[in-house]
């Protein structure tokens, strides 16, 4: 619930205070999600990446090393979403971790 309160719209007057992870099913959309759902979500959203990075990168690499004729095909990529919650240091995951590992760590601070 706290990445909820801190990407809340509504209160912040944003438009931009949203984050949206595509896990294999499609959006989770729920009032509020929990931190044991955001894992599951991310989860499942480097499975989507991977399995993209096979079916469609590698895959278009090979018939244009091969000169098969194919069409391009346009994919969501949220490489953006997942460098935001897992990138070193920086990323959601890594700035929670940290927080973890201080003694007088705390949700508040984080």
């Known amino acids: 619930s706290r990445i909820n309160e801190l990407i809340d719209s509504e209160s912040s007057g ?6 949206g992870v595509l896990d294999i ?3 989770e959309v729920f009032q509020t999600n929990s ?3 955001l894992c599951i979500n ?3 959203e480097m499975l ?3 399995f993209n990075l096979d079916t469609f990168r590698f895959q278009q690499a090979e ?3 091969e000169g098969v004729p194919w069409a391009h095909i346009e994919y969501e990529d949220n490489a953006a979403v997942i460098e935001l919650l ?3 240091r920086v990323g959601a995951f890594a700035l929670l971790e940290e927080e973890c590992r201080l003694q ?3 949700a508040d601070a984080f």
């Open 14 to 19: 944003s438009a931009a205070g949203f984050i």
């Open 25 to 27: 099913f499609g959006f």
């Open 35 to 37: 931190f044991e759902q």
């Open 42 to 44: 991310f989860a499942n």
């Open 48 to 50: 989507q990446q991977q």
């Open 63 to 65: 018939y244009e090393a």
């Open 86 to 88: 897992a990138k070193r």
């Open 104 to 106: 007088a760590g705390s």
